[in-house]
């Protein structure tokens, strides 16, 4: 009886300590996860001057506001010989307008202008938190709307890693889009979560989807309960069922960060509006360097093939 009763008293103390852990483990897991260390811009001073000497194009600073008042920025870059479209550029996570800034040559190449934006909680944007898409899906449709009152032509999206998923999800929610472009997005964010945490402490996705769950469940109780997000609430996967824009998915076959499934998913998903590109040998959000020209034409016939919805905007 003695050993029995040791015993159900150190279950019940490892009980504990498993319990308290995971408190602890999901709310520090949520704090880092939603508040991001901001990369800064640096010295863009080389980027202003490829755009006017090659585009006699200039970077215009450009400010809106959030629904919830986040001050959010960006770049408006348009060429000296405009063709009337536009085109949206979204960075993936921790990193900036800057990140995006190397995609805009081949647009502005071709007469688009191009809006590069901070994502909240990114760069030079406010907000306090990164939603992963919940509340930056409707950043982008105000973009939207302000990028169409310069070009009052098609505008079009192209999106990488979480930008790409962000980009999905406004497509959802912004039908004036005609067409996007989304490199690595992840299908939801509760898969990603046990994949990316998995790879990251060496654990794997399988812990994460048993023994560290809860850790997992408190940070997204968590942030609901602190900041009125519910992380798993970022589903790309959902937004292409609920989305018409036209949509390129590309997926890289050796990315470990965003395995390419995702992307599978999500095609299987649709609703006949969306393409999939997968690069042999492509890493994760790799595929303008990996595979340049075929990255170039890809992108730009697919807009190209779409900029036909153009007439409807214009009724």
Do not use: W
């Given at each position: 009886m003695l050993k029995r009763s040791a015993a159900a008293r150190a279950l019940k103390s490892l009980a504990i300590l498993y319990g308290?852990?995971?408190?602890?483990?999901?709310?520090?897991?949520?704090?880092?996860?939603?508040?991001?260390?901001?990369?800064?811009?640096?010295?863009?001073?080389?980027?202003?001057?490829?755009?006017?000497?090659?585009?006699?194009?200039?970077l215009e600073d450009v400010t809106i506001n959030a629904a919830d008042g986040a001050v959010l920025r960006g770049w408006f870059?348009?060429?000296?010989?405009?063709?009337?479209?536009?085109?949206?550029?979204?960075?993936?996570?921790?990193s900036n307008r800057t990140g995006s800034?190397?995609?805009?040559?081949?647009?502005?190449?071709?007469?688009y202008a191009v809006l590069?934006?901070?994502?909240?909680?990114?760069?030079?944007?406010?907000?306090?938190?990164?939603?992963?898409?919940?509340?930056e899906r409707h950043d982008v449709s105000l973009w939207v709307a302000w990028l169409r009152q310069r070009v009052p032509g098609c505008t079009f999206l192209l999106g990488e890693s979480m930008g790409a998923a962000i980009g999905l999800q406004a497509a959802a929610?912004?039908?004036?889009?005609?067409?996007?472009?989304?490199?690595?997005?992840?299908?939801?964010?509760?898969?990603?979560?046990?994949?990316?945490?998995?790879?990251?402490?060496?654990?794997?996705a399988l812990f994460w989807q048993t023994l560290g769950r809860p850790i997992l469940e408190i940070a997204f109780v968590y942030t609901r309960l602190r900041y009125g997000v519910y992380l798993p609430d970022s589903d790309p996967l959902e937004a292409v069922e609920h989305s018409t824009v036209p949509t390129l998915l590309i997926a890289g076959v050796n990315d470990k960060d965003i395995p390419m499934?995702?992307?599978?998913?999500?095609?299987?998903?649709?609703?006949?509006h969306c393409n999939l590109w997968i690069?042999?040998?492509?890493?994760?959000?790799?595929?303008?360097?990996?595979?340049?020209d075929e990255f170039e034409k890809r992108v730009l016939d697919f807009f190209d093939a779409h900029a036909i919805h153009d007439v409807h905007h214009a009724l």
């Open positions: 308290a852990a995971c408190v602890v483990g999901g709310v520090v897991l949520a704090e880092v996860s939603i508040r991001l260390d901001k990369l800064p811009l640096g010295d863009y001073s080389l980027d202003r001057e490829r755009f006017r000497r090659k585009f006699q194009a200039s870059i348009e060429p000296a010989n405009p063709n009337g479209k536009s085109v949206i550029l979204l960075h993936g996570i921790t800034t190397p995609y805009a040559d081949m647009f502005l190449d071709r007469g590069v934006p901070d994502s909240r909680e990114h760069g030079e944007s406010g907000g306090d938190i990164s939603t992963f898409g919940i509340l929610v912004t039908p004036d889009l005609c067409a996007i472009v989304v490199e690595a997005p992840y299908a939801n964010f509760r898969q990603i979560s046990y994949e990316r945490l998995g790879r990251r402490t060496s654990t794997g499934h995702h992307s599978e998913e999500l095609q299987a998903a649709c609703t006949g690069v042999p040998g492509g890493e994760h959000a790799d595929a303008s360097t990996f595979a340049h």
